[in-house]
C-alpha cells in the first residue's frame, strides 16, 4: 500500500511537471511566432534593439562682403583774403569697405546601440540611445534620439543616421583635453568686454 501511494505521488509530480515544461516550450514559440521564416530578424517592436551607423557630413559656407564709399564737399565763408574776398573751405570723407567668410567642415563616424523606445500610429520606431567611454580620463558621451520608419532598416538590422527623422545627435566631451583646449578665465572674461 505504501508503493503504491508513492507511485501515485511520484506520477502525479512526473506530470505536473510535464505539464509546466510543456507550457514553456508553447511559451517560447508564442513569443517567436511573430517572426517569419521567410524574414531578416529587424526590429519592429518597444524593446526590440537596432545598431545605427553614424554618418554625418555638414558642408557649410557663407559670405559677405561690402564696399561703400562716400564723399561731401562743402564751401562756407570764413575768412579774408589778401584782396579782402571773405573764402572758406570744408571737406570730408567716408569709406567703409567689409569682407566676412565662414566656412565649416564636419565629418561624424560611428557606431551606437539603440532601443526601440515606442511605435506611433504610422508604424515608426522612437529610437534612443546612449554610449559613454572613458580613456584616460577622458570621457566621451554620444547620445542619439530619432524616428525610424521600419522600411529604412536594413536586412542586418542596422540603420545610416542620415535615414533618421527628427534627429538629435549629441557628443560631448569632458576630460583633460577638453579642458586644456579650453581659453583660460581671463581670456574668456576679455572676450565678454571686447
Known sequence: MVQLKSLIKMTVAFMLLFAVNSNKANAQFLQNNSVSIFSDLKAFKVGDAVMVMIMEDTEAGNGAGVDEERGTDLSA?????????????????????????????????????????????????????KRVTKVNGETQTVTIKGFVRQVDIQPNNTIYSYNIMDLTLIIEGNGNLTETSEPGLITKFLRILF
Not at 566656412?103 to 539603440?114: D, F, L, M, P, V
Open 77 to 129: 565763408g570764413a575768412g579774408l583774403d589778401v584782396a579782402g574776398n571773405v573764402q572758406g573751405n570744408l571737406s570730408t570723407g567716408n569709406k567703409f569697405r567689409s569682407k566676412a567668410n565662414n566656412n565649416r567642415n564636419e565629418r561624424i563616424r560611428s557606431k551606437i546601440s539603440c532601443r526601440v523606445i515606442s511605435v506611433d500610429s504610422n508604424g515608426n520606431l522612437s529610437l534612443e540611445g
